[in-house]
């Protein structure tokens, strides 16, 4: 054991360059040594992927990992082929031969890891295969999709158990997820049949960062105070909500002479990158952006995040707030709210999600718009065409797109969003003529370059179409882009041994079954992923809420257990609010609770009939809506009514 974790720690070295492992990810990655069952809580960015990458390489045997995204098993794969850790992934947009020809090198012991989409797991191909393939590991990336209290519940996560029955005893199983409230933990650990478990949580703490939440009336006055006062302390990012107030809010700082940049869908990708870069370098000191704005940007010394707007759900305030203060010096996530924003909130989630009719319109739109028949399979991931889909459906781009996605959520299909830029290219002869054509080549320089092309593209690239990243081919022939697309011409019209065509980045979509006549989803599975989006709104609003500290709140919710008072959150140092705090007895929240089970009520009527004070009215709302007894209530504002969980008691 000490000998498998001490090369643990050499390979650590020898392929990441790292010199240690953080803490957490040692006790993690013991744990698996030891083939003890794991389940591994960090946040993103926690550094989740070396807890079974690292203990992969040390084992003998294969490593299977189910990972639910497509880019995201692509990008990892690569990372670790760039890193020397042989590695492959198998999932709906590979081709069958391809799949079986992967199978069969794993078999054969050519890889380290192998990289799974849940679904395939349960393919005959795949069960005909599982028991040659000497799986030492099982690694369950993302494994929050197991539960459909989890963000992004995938039905197939939930088989994965079942579907790896053959493996034996011995076999070790790890975890991971970012988020894991208790009740997604114990769907984890149940679902796969963890047993006196392990379970690692570590890294919530964010001791520098300065929790603050602004109940106010005055959203814009309290905007501009807070960027006057943080922006003193160094650069900062706001959350603005909608690409329109991004606009608005860095042309205002702009022009009080803070330089900030909007950042949003709505910009060329090309600038958005600039934009990013300038933010990170210091160049410009505040960016106003969107959700768009977000994985893979770090700049340690964001020194506040505002948020405008509430996000949907603690998953995304606690990844989006967190960007302050990596540094690890003092920083500030500074929230600010105003009483209707809730409702406000709920209401727009209520309108967004699509209904039956158009999840129904959209799918046949889509199959339609790739010419299938009803019945009939679709080969190989196609290009996506949203403008047509929208046309074929007669609905907006923008509901397409999201119904596009959460079908890719439901595995009805599965999308790959901003493939990147390719080229296609195929030789119009055969090998040998090829090589007489490098014989016959007067210009040496020419011949090299077309036998690096070959060996390049492989064989396959005689009888079809091969595509190959445009990144890859300009590292790998070492040429700039003009150069390759004026010899790929030369090589298609005047010597025309070849054809190409270049591909644009784009996304691609792949109909997973036959097509079905009717929408392949029941009415249940979408209204359930509906209300767990109604409960994690709610869960913010209850955050937003909560007069404990702000800190032990996010902890508690991340499963992140037994923290104490962080002692500079907005709560924490709210002497006054204590004071009030005390003076607010059970006894007067439970006579509140009673009038509002009566019907709805405003701090008003409250006041008249039962004489406490605004302060207290105030503490004593918001801790019922943080304990999750009563809501505001949309049809009169300043009223607050029973929440619908409260009232099934
Ligand atoms: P997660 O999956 O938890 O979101 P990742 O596994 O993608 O996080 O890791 C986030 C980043 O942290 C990666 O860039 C990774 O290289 C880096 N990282 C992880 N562990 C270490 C370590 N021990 N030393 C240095 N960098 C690390
Ligand atoms: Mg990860």
């Not at 690409?243 to 958005?272: M, Q, T, V």
Request: charged share 30%; proline share 3%; hydrophobic share 40%.
């Amino acid at each position: 054991m000490q000998e498998l974790f001490k090369k643990a720690e050499e390979n650590l070295q020898k392929y990441w360059g790292f010199d240690s492992f953080r803490s957490g990810q040692d006790k993690a990655v013991e744990s698996v040594l030891a083939g003890k069952k794991t389940l591994v809580l960090f946040p993103t960015g926690g550094g989740k992927s070396l807890c079974f990458q690292v203990p992969a390489t040390v084992f003998e045997g294969l490593t299977l990992v189910i990972s639910p995204l497509v880019a995201l098993m692509q990008d990892q794969v690569e990372q670790l082929k760039a890193k020397g850790v042989s590695a492959t992934f198998i999932n709906s947009t590979i081709p069958n031969y391809e799949v079986e020809q992967r199978l069969i090198n794993a078999r054969n012991g050519m890889y380290k890891l192998l990289y799974c989409a849940p679904e395939r797991l349960s393919s005959e191909l795949f069960q005909f295969e599982l028991e040659g393939l000497g799986v030492e590991m099982v690694a369950i990336d993302e494994a929050h999709c197991i539960s459909e209290w989890g963000h992004d519940f995938r039905p197939a996560y939930r088989d994965i158990r079942s579907s790896l029955q053959v493996l034996p005893d011995s076999t070790r199983w790890i975890a991971l997820t970012a988020s894991a409230t208790p009740e997604v933990q114990q769907d984890i650990l149940e679902n796969l049949q963890f047993e006196e478990a392990n379970i690692l949580a570590k890294g919530f703490e964010r001791p520098n960062l300065k929790w603050w939440v602004v109940h106010t009336s005055k959203k814009r006055e309290k905007l501009i105070e807070s960027v006057e006062k943080a922006s003193k302390k160094g650069d900062g990012l706001i959350y603005g909500g909608t690409r329109k107030n991004c606009e608005y809010w860095a042309g205002f700082f702009s022009k009080k002479g803070l330089s900030s940049e909007p950042y949003h869908a709505g910009i060329d990708a090309e600038l958005r990158k600039e934009v990013q870069q300038r933010w990170i370098s210091g160049e410009t000191p505040l960016v106003v952006a969107t959700n768009a704005f977000g994985m893979g940007i770090d700049k340690p010394d964001c020194r506040y995040v505002i948020h405008d707007e509430m996000p949907y759900s603690l998953e995304a305030y606690y990844q989006e707030a967190g960007r302050a203060g990596r540094d690890g010096e003092e920083a500030f996530p500074v929230l600010l709210y105003k009483e209707s924003d809730f409702i406000a909130a709920e209401n727009r989630l209520k309108k967004s999600y699509p209904t039956r009719e158009e999840f129904e319109k959209v799918y046949q739109a889509l199959c339609d718009s790739f010419h299938m028949a009803v019945g009939s399979f679709m080969e190989e991931p196609r290009l996506l065409d949203l403008d047509n889909v929208a046309l074929r459906s007669r609905l907006s781009p923008s509901v397409c797109r999201s119904v596009i996605r959460l079908l890719n959520q439901f595995n009805v299909i599965a999308l790959q969003e901003e493939v990147k830029a390719a080229f296609a290219i195929q030789f119009m002869l055969s090998r040998e003529m090829l090589q007489k054509f490098k014989e016959r080549c007067k210009n040496p320089e020419k011949a090299e370059f077309v036998d690096k092309l070959e060996r390049l593209l492989g064989a396959n690239s005689f009888s079809d179409l091969a595509e190959i990243e445009e990144e890859t081919i300009l590292k790998k022939l070492e040429v700039n882009r003009n150069t390759l697309v004026k010899a790929l011409n030369v090589l298609m019209q005047s010597d025309q041994i070849l054809a190409y065509h270049v591909m644009k980045e784009r996304d691609v979509v792949k109909v997973i079954e036959a097509r079905s006549s009717k929408l392949p989803l029941s009415k249940d599975q979408v209204e359930r992923h509906r209300n767990v989006l109604l409960s994690k709104l709610d869960m913010m609003n209850r955050f937003i809420n909560t007069t404990g500290c702000r800190e032990v709140f996010l902890r508690n919710y991340f499963g992140d257990t037994g923290a104490s008072d962080c002692g500079h959150c907005d709560n924490c140092l709210n002497q006054e609010g204590s004071k009030t705090n005390a003076a607010v007895t059970e006894d007067k929240i439970s006579k509140v609770l009673e009038m509002i089970k009566e019907e709805p009520i405003s701090a008003l009527q409250v006041s008249r009939d039962l004489g406490y004070s605004k302060e207290e009215i105030r503490l004593i709302f918001r801790f019922l809506v943080s304990e999750g007894k009563i809501k505001a209530f949309d049809e009169a504002p300043g009223y607050y009514s029973l929440s619908s969980e409260s009232a099934r008691f």
